[in-house]
């Protein structure tokens, strides 16, 4: 009888099929770097026809396949074991079409998220799906894995940008669903069961995204706030009376004290005394009169003591350099970092803050903690910096944190997903009758678990 | 063995369960009020685990359940049989809280939408779901079948509103998930399974919807088109121009010649001689400047000639009275009217009518055919009128109407759901494998079938 290899190989053809010993590295593991292995096999088909033909293979020879985007996640998602196909869509990439009536991209899911965010811009769109990794990232793995980013309390989730889904099941059967109409109640709407499912229910190969309209004015300040309490305030009066808030990124002291006194750092832009930071950004559609209406809201707050101090960027490079302190690249120079991506209820995240704080530091009293996040979207990120450690404390800490998280009902994973390295904490986000019924839905897609095993469940 | 009923009663009290012949007529149907029926008997739970319990009992028995919430659907999704069990959420209502930093309400199934915006408005924030049936229907209802209705171009569907869900399973097991965050990829997003799926897979019984900022300006106009193409192009560009557009509501000629010489329309804001007519509206956050811009927007298209005629409401009276034309409540004054809600990709739809008018027409020379809706959002709607002819003429109409959907790759629900009366249809706008796919589905979360029979699928 022929292995499976020999198997797809007759069907597909070598050029599709690469053993394990010719490999590259970089199919090994995702960015995240843990426990890369090299795969059985990996094979990049260029058509939705050969990912139907490969599963349908692979499950009748009860093999397991983890599907590849651009393997750009944190979480070990898309990371093989030494008994698993790797299936690259790496191939079925390109657009299909734009529809400027419709206001819709069709993309292969192999597509890199740049270049479909170039391609909507040039037809004077906006594919408002965008992160860091937008050069690297495919749109495949960014629906699979739900992605958010930086637009989120604008625009919403990855999910949020899905018209339409093409998805292949565990036993090769296709699924074509590319929906283009923004209401559609014709039954169970499928697609949602796909997106965010890390690839464990069913292999992405096409979607429709909807595009929305350019933003045609930016306005960008940097803020300093006594208090939490008066950065939500700030937060929904922007909302209310701007419209169109498209950041709204808080830094607790800790964090802006470490990034704006760092070497790295160029420009600091407020004095490092204050407890609270935000960098509040406007995309409107009045290019002659936002960036009044920003300022003069900002101003009223200062004259109210609603905001400490601010400043409001007057060119580009000055927005730039605001996003700069955000990103923390600094942080990347430190030897040990661990990083969280975790969510809260808005208004319980400051007394999360102070609880993770005070835990980290009665267990390592020498830690650096640094919190921030996408404050709008309940989304706080944790940098924990221990010197005199090695990699082996990492659970110790994850520990500490993902208690805290479990003990205010929040979540383990905000937008970067389960994978593997979460996994054994999904239960402190997730009851029981939601795992079993996560279970449920596994064993009816994929009784056989071929399909990414090992990951999110 | 004692019956179902007489389990029901001795776990739940008498006080929750009312035998068949005891039932009020309201519960034997939907606003559709086709087919009615009296059911074996109505349950009227008080709490989630009184749910609970009566679909453990029901689950064991093989007894069918058909959910209700306030009964304002039209295709016949709640409306029972003669041996289902009807389980109204009426008593199940209440709004549990309002978290005014997460910006969420935590609504119980049975609340009417109404209440809801109404407690979301006096804490300063606006509830973004609302329809017609607003004072009737109940938000567990609303989120069984992804409601649609006034605001979706500027918010989305019902499902977007959501956050958490509970839902209690064909079994009997509550699964709670009552999350507030924008942000948590802590697992498969389970919710999404029992958004839109008509009760046919678990019944909702709490929620957490999220809130939006308020508007603070309103501006409204009615304009007048020489082609299809021009309301696109407008539509795209007050979106990008104005932001914040609420409705943009499309009437073709036909539609708005019959509403307009109506004897009971006190208002006619345009001549009747334009091809093409629409009714927008922008929510906007500054009121001091929306109105001008507004009218500066539709100034320049006139102009440019890109609108033949226009008229901007200057009062709220001027505003409602363009709504009354778009609402269009003198078509409820024909004798015989067959209604359609249907889904077209944007830059098709007059191509769709088009075919559709001329099968009508080519048929039933007599018809009057309507054609509007929120085209913004994708959505005609039709209203077919003939007289002469009794109601056995409806299978006909449907068939051509939904003969026309199917030839061009549309949806035969677009808001409305399937309930009984699209089901027939359902393979018109879903292929076998999309099909199959959601039997999988049902057959996975009630495989005994009890949970709203003969709906949808």
């Known amino acids: 009888m022929a292995t499976i290899l020999d198997q797809l190989t007759a069907a597909l053809g070598a050029d599709v099929i690469t053993p394990g010993d010719a490999v590259d590295r970089r199919y090994h593991c995702d960015w995240s770097a843990i426990d890369p292995a090299r795969p059985l096999a990996l094979i990049r088909p260029r058509t939705t026809e050969q990912v139907s033909t490969a599963l349908r293979l692979c499950h009748a020879a009860g093999q397991t396949v983890v599907p590849q985007g651009g393997l750009t996640g944190l979480a070990g998602g898309a990371t093989p074991r030494a008994d698993d196909i790797v299936l690259s869509l790496e191939r079925l990439a390109g657009i299909e079409e734009i529809d400027t009536s419709a206001a819709t991209i069709t993309v292969r899911a192999g597509t890199i998220l740049e270049s479909a965010q170039k391609a909507a811009d040039d037809a004077g769109f906006l594919l408002a799906l965008d992160l860091g990794a937008r050069g690297s990232c495919q749109i495949g793995g960014n629906l699979s894995t739900n992605a958010g980013g930086n637009r989120v309390i ?11 889904l093409e998805v292949v099941l565990a036993d090769g059967t296709v699924v074509t669903s590319l929906n283009k109409m923004l209401k559609n109640n014709a039954g169970y ?25 350019r933003p045609l004015s930016r306005a960008t300040a940097f803020c300093a706030f006594a208090d939490y309490a008066s950065v939500v305030t700030l937060l929904r009066q922007a909302q209310s009376e701007l419209g169109g808030i498209s950041a709204f990124e808080v830094m607790w002291h800790d964090f802006y ?5 760092h070497p790295t750092t160029k420009q600091k832009p407020l004095p490092d005394r ?8 406007l995309s409107g559609s009045d290019p002659t009169a936002d960036q009044a209406r920003f300022e003069a809201l900002l101003g009223k707050a200062i004259a109210d003591g609603a905001i400490l101090d601010a400043v409001i960027a007057q060119s580009e490079q000055s927005a730039r350099d605001f996003w700069l302190i955000r990103e923390g690249h600094a942080i990347d120079t430190m030897p040990l ?13 400051d007394r999360f803050v102070t609880r993770c704080r005070a835990d980290l530091q009665a267990r390592w009293p020498g830690s650096h903690n640094l919190f921030y996040g996408h404050i709008g ?17 990492m659970h110790d800490i994850d520990a500490v944190v993902y208690e805290a998280v479990r003990a205010m009902a929040g979540s383990v994973s905000a937008e970067h997903g389960v994978g593997t390295l979460k996994r054994a904490y999904l239960g402190y986000s997730r009851s029981a009758p939601e795992l079993a019924l996560m279970r449920q839905l596994k064993q009816a897609l994929d009784p056989k678990g071929i399909l990414n095993p090992g990951k999110l469940l």
Chains 1, 2 share one sequence.
């Open 377 to 393: 979207d309940s989304n706080l990120h944790i940098s924990v910096m221990i010197a005199g450690e090695g990699p082996s404390v």
């Open 189 to 213: 709407d499928i697609k949602q069961v796909f997106l965010g499912a890390e690839g464990t229910l069913g292999i992405i190969t096409r979607a429709v995204l909807r595009l929305h309209a």
């Open 337 to 349: 970092v661990i990083n969280f991506d975790v969510s809260l209820p808005i208004g319980d995240i």
């Open 257 to 261: 004290d470490f990034i704006a006194n």
């Open 274 to 281: 204050y407890p609270f930071y935000a960098l509040i950004e």
């Open 154 to 164: 604008r625009y919403g989730m990855a999910r949020e940008q899905v018209l339409g």
